[in-house]
């Protein structure tokens, strides 16, 4: 069927699902800490004081992070 291992699409699909998943972590990072230099507040020091809609905020930008790195994922399976 496939010549080789590696030109299987579960080999495939899984090296995206990985690849996406690393993505994904790497760009939640780069936006917490981007937010967190823009803003004239720091998250860390707000979320320990307990402020909440700091919290909101902050499971906003991964919620949507999230979504945008799972609809490439999505798209490039296809």
Do not use: Q
């Amino acid at each position: 069927m496939y010549d080789m291992w590696y030109e299987s699409p579960l080999f495939i699909n899984t090296l995206y699902a990985v690849g996406g998943v690393i993505l994904g972590i790497v760009a939640a990072i780069i936006t917490y800490r981007l937010f967190n230099r823009v803003t004239h507040f720091d998250i860390p020091n707000e979320l320990e004081k307990g402020n909440l809609a700091v919290g909101v905020v902050v499971c906003g930008i991964f919620i949507m992070i999230g979504l945008i790195v799972g609809l490439i994922i999505g798209m490039s399976l296809n």
